[in-house]
């Protein structure tokens, strides 16, 4: 679990962050969502150490990060894992090379014991026999899930993503944010993920942090962000008309709901069903002649009476 409070940043006098807290929670997908210059990414580089805040305090797990000794940062280092918004690997290194990468920096283990690592770690992500590859040989989501296998090499206790899907199709962006998903609950990480993509908020949103002009002005689930009041948030969600027509839809399906559940409260109590709008017909006027109506007419012989 990792914790923030009260984080401010400013460049040049411009504030980025305002007092932003929060609690990232274990085994979960924690997203980091709003506009471009909202400060997502600021925030990410502030938890990581990155960037150091002006104000406020990180901890990892209860530990304290910010301002603490360089060892006890360093340890924490340890257990993180990074995948960087362009992937960011060596191009003068195999897939191979680029996985073992923080297995030389960061641990003791022998060359068999990273080989070994980086084999199941491209495997579990779907790249085994990719070894030696160049990073200019594979394609945009390959090498997303190349910097994935390398942020996880270390056995990492918790994982940021920035923008993991950036630039990837549909198709690829859904493979990699349930790849993630995965990884966090399997291996029980704290994952936190800045992203601007609805789709990734819908499909793997466990938990939702949305950030807006440096505060954070909500916080909940996927389950419950379609449902919110907050005019800023909603602006963001339903800028395309496909979320707006998604959101007449769920807002239609629950009217139909509630009016098949009042129903059925009146059926139990032995009440007449309250009539839907389509089962409504408009009576007519009687006619001032005809005071049965249109439909009660005679007629005798030749003669309409």
């Given at each position: 679990m990792i914790e923030i409070h009260n984080i401010?940043?400013?460049f040049n006098g411009k504030k980025v962050l305002d007092g932003v807290s929060g609690v990232f929670e274990t085994g979960?997908?924690?997203?980091?969502?709003?506009?471009?210059?909202?400060?997502?990414?600021?925030?990410?580089?502030?938890?990581?150490?990155?960037?150091?805040?002006?104000l406020g305090s990180v901890t990892f797990d209860g530990t304290y990060f910010t301002n603490n000794k360089l060892d006890i940062r360093q340890e924490i280092r340890r257990k993180i894992g990074m995948l960087f918004q362009g992937s960011a690997l060596f191009d003068s290194m195999t897939v191979e090379q680029n996985v073992e990468f923080p297995l030389k920096m960061l641990t003791d283990m022998t060359k068999e014991e990273?080989?070994?690592?980086?084999?199941?770690?491209l495997k579990r992500v779907g790249l085994e026999?990719?070894?030696k590859k160049m990073p200019s040989e594979i394609s945009g989501g390959m090498k997303k899930r190349v910097g994935i296998a390398?942020?996880?090499?270390?056995h990492c206790t918790y994982l940021f993503c920035d923008e993991p899907?950036?630039?990837?199709?549909?198709?690829?962006a859904l493979k990699i944010d349930e790849l993630i998903k995965e990884i966090t609950e399997e291996y029980n990480i704290t994952t936190i993920i800045v992203t601007h993509d609805m789709n990734s908020v819908i499909e793997i949103g466990d938990k939702i942090f949305f950030l807006y002009e440096g505060k954070k002005l909500w916080e909940g689930t996927r389950d419950d962000i379609m449902d919110t009041d907050i005019k800023e948030?909603?602006?963001?969600?339903?800028?395309?008309?496909?979320?707006?027509?998604?959101?007449?839809?769920?807002?239609?399906?629950r009217e139909e709901e509630e009016e098949r559940r009042y129903n059925g409260q009146l059926a139990s109590q032995g009440k007449e069903k309250a009539p839907s709008e389509e089962s409504v017909e408009t009576e007519k006027e009687p006619h001032p002649?005809?005071?049965?109506?249109?439909?009660?007419?005679?007629?005798?012989?030749?003669?309409?009476?």
């Open positions: 401010h940043k400013a979960k997908t924690n997203l980091l969502l709003g506009a471009s210059g909202t400060g997502k990414s600021v925030l990410l580089k502030c938890i990581v150490g990155l960037i150091k805040p002006d990273r080989k070994e690592r980086v084999d199941f770690c026999g990719a070894n390398r942020a996880i090499a270390p899907n950036s630039g990837l199709d549909p198709q690829t948030l909603n602006d963001f969600i339903f800028a395309n008309r496909l979320m707006r027509d998604a959101k007449k839809v769920e807002e239609e399906e002649d005809n005071p049965e109506g249109p439909a009660a007419t005679t007629q005798t012989g030749n003669d309409k009476v």
